[in-house]
């Protein structure tokens, strides 16, 4: 199961994916395909950070 999340911190746009389901194999097929998804629609800075990096970085 994938969820997408998304909101504005300080301003900046942050979106959050997260797979849940106890097949790694499976979890890793769906992180390569947002990865690969988001690369190619233009969504990933080249910066890419945890979520509460970003957040307390700011």
């Known amino acids: 199961m994938s969820i997408w999340k998304s909101g504005r911190i300080k301003g900046e746009l942050l ?10 194999a499976e979890a890793d097929a ?4 947002w990865l690969h998804g988001l690369t190619e629609s233009g969504w990933l800075s080249a910066e890419q950070t945890s979520k509460t ?3 307390m970085d700011r």
Do not use: R
């Open 30 to 33: 769906l992180e390569a395909a």
């Open 15 to 24: 979106a959050e994916l997260s797979t849940k389901t106890p097949d790694q």
């Open 53 to 55: 990096s970003f957040v």
